[in-house]
C-alpha cells in the first residue's frame, strides 16, 4: 500500500550540470503527472502520462526538459543544462483515471536547489 | 490550453468565518474542476471535486458551486476552524481532457 514515491528527495547541483528525478506511482495507477512547484508559487503542469497514449507535453517549459515511463509505471524526469530558475519542488502525481475516479495522489516532491 | 486564474492570492479570517476562494477558467469544454489543499510543508490532498453535470456539491462545512455560462467554480468553507489554515489550489481538466491544470492558489489563514 505504497504511495506515490519520488527520489531524490533532495538534489542539489551546480549550474549547467544534468539532472534526473525519478517517480514510482501507486500501482495499477495508468495516469501519472509532473508538476513545478516554486517558492510560494501554484503547481505548474510539465507533462502528463496516460496508458499507452502519447503523452501531453505541452507544459514543459523549453527543450532542456524532457520525460519518460518505462512499462507504464516508473517516470523519470530528465532536466539538461540545469540553470538557477529551474531551482523548485517537482511534484509527480499518478492517479487511477478509471471511470469517476480522477483524485492525484502525489508525491512528497523533489527539492531541486541549482547553484 | 486551459488557463485557471484564482483569487485572492490570500485571504485572512477570524475562526468561525466563512471563506470563499473563486476560479475561473478558460475552455469551455472543461467538465472536471477539483480543489486541492496543501499544509505547510505537505503534499497537496484532493479535497472535493465537482464535474459539470452539477452546479452544487457539499461535504460537511466545505462546499463548491459551479456556473458554466461564466465560466468560474468558488469553494465555500464555512465555519472555519484554525486547521483548515492551508494553500488551496482550483483545478480544471484542460482542453485535450488530459492534464489538470491548477490555478495558482490561495493562502488562506484562519486565526483563533
Known amino acids: 500500500g505504497a504511495g506515490v514515491s519520488q527520489s531524490p528527495s533532495n538534489k542539489v547541483t551546480e549550474k549547467g550540470k544534468d539532472v534526473e528525478l525519478r517517480c514510482d506511482p501507486i500501482s495499477g495507477h495508468t495516469a501519472l503527472y509532473w508538476y513545478r512547484q516554486s517558492l510560494g508559487q501554484g503547481l505548474e503542469f510539465l507533462i502528463y502520462f496516460q496508458g499507452n497514449s502519447a503523452p501531453d507535453k505541452s507544459g514543459l517549459p523549453s527543450d532542456r526538459f524532457s520525460a519518460e515511463r518505462t512499462g507504464g509505471s516508473v517516470s523519470t524526469l530528465t532536466i539538461q543544462r540545469t540553470q538557477q530558475e529551474d531551482s523548485a519542488v517537482y511534484l509527480c502525481a499518478s492517479s487511477p483515471r478509471d471511470g469517476s475516479n480522477e483524485k492525484l495522489f502525489f508525491g512528497s516532491g523533489t527539492q531541486l536547489s541549482v547553484l | ?112
Open chain 2, 1 to 112: 490550453g486551459e488557463n485557471v486564474e484564482q483569487h485572492p492570492s490570500t485571504l485572512s479570517v477570524q475562526e468561525g468565518d466563512s471563506a470563499v476562494i473563486k476560479c475561473t477558467y478558460s475552455d469551455s469544454a472543461s467538465n472536471y474542476f477539483p480543489w486541492y489543499k496543501q499544509e505547510l510543508g505537505k503534499r497537496p490532498q484532493l479535497i472535493i471535486d465537482i464535474r459539470s453535470n452539477v452546479g452544487e456539491k457539499k461535504d460537511q462545512r466545505i462546499a463548491v458551486t459551479l456556473n458554466k455560462t461564466a465560466k468560474h467554480f468558488s469553494l465555500h468553507i464555512t465555519e472555519t476552524q484554525p486547521e483548515d489554515s492551508a494553500v488551496y489550489f482550483c483545478a480544471a481538466r484542460n482542453q485535450a481532457g488530459t492534464a489538470l491544470i491548477f490555478g495558482k492558489g490561495t493562502t488562506l489563514s484562519v486565526s483563533s
